[in-house]
């Protein structure tokens, strides 16, 4: 019984993938951000009138905010094999997609395509965190380890993908993004763990650095754009 949840547990997370991707690129490429019609309008009004610079914070903080908090349901009802994994998985890649129109309304379509479907960028790092959660409650030690893996590489391509971009440091934003991975991954093995004290602390911590990461990218952004 738990090998098929596993099972669909893996089938479900690729299927919530795929039909992100077909979204995306589908028709006039509007999409609907997570929250609804409301976060999407925002994206979008970004993208018709130059924004301020709080505007930029407060949107990024948000959008990183709700990946972290999205990621962490979405593993650790996967971990257990919940029936509620396949929603929580589109919640999640929904996020996704509202943070690639956000990157989109600075730096263009192009960049916001790459930015959520690139070789080890946005969406491949969610992807590695389901390998690293099948691998766990399975208990394959192998499965774990080739997953981190991936994870470490996607900090490294990701993070020179935000550094050029946005002007800042390589190493600053490829330590970030390295930070945000093991915080996902050291909460996900403290619930599996049963340490629900530990790993409740650890998803707050989690979800707090996410804005860290916000304020980081916003303030590049607008020194860049010369946003006020």
Known sequence: MRGTMLVSIAT???AALTVGVLTATAGNGTTKAAGGSHAG???????????SASDVRSLLGKQLGEHAALAMNATNLGVTG????????KALDQNSVALSKTIGSVYGNAAAKKFLDGKFQWRAHIGFFVDYTVATAKKDKAGQNKAVANL???TKEHGALLAGATGLPKL??????????????NQLDAYAAGNYTKAANLYRDAYNHMFMTGDLLAGAIAKQKNLK
């Open 12 to 14: 479900a997370a690729a």
């Open 41 to 51: 309008h925002t994206t979008m009004a970004m993208a018709a009138a130059a924004p």
């Open 82 to 89: 919940s029936k509620s994994f396949p929603a929580a998985a």
């Open 152 to 154: 470490t590489r996607y």
């Open 172 to 185: 600053a934003v490829q330590n970030d993004l390295l930070g945000h991975v093991l915080e996902l991954k």
